[in-house]
């Protein structure tokens, strides 16, 4: 159920949001109902606004990332994009799993 839930939050259009969220309601009608109980346009790909506000292209997903691959970014780089790649195939396998 959760990955249905995360589903609808990815969706990019909102027929694929809808077939999400039928997809949800046919595991559970009570997942589906206080899933959008909360407006979409807070949490679903599908509603956010996709005006810039800001000319600004830094964010902040570069320094989580850095601090992620510290320990590698020491390492030559046929060792450093190894280790990496072993560290997204972990989080894929545990996302997968959960």
Not at 27 to 34: F, H, I, P, V
């Amino acid at each position: 159920m959760r990955k249905l839930m995360w589903w609808c939050a990815w969706s990019s259009y909102n027929e694929e949001f809808k077939d999400q969220l039928n997809k949800l309601g046919k595991l559970s009608k009570d997942g589906a109902r206080d899933l959008v109980k909360n407006p979409q346009k807070v949490w679903c790909r599908t509603y956010f606004d996709t005006q810039c506000k800001n000319m600004m292209i830094d964010n902040n997903f570069t320094e989580p990332f850095n601090a992620w691959i510290l320990e590698a970014r020491t390492k030559p780089i046929i060792k450093m994009l190894e280790e990496i790649r072993v560290q997204v195939m972990r989080l894929l396998w545990k996302n997968e799993k959960s």
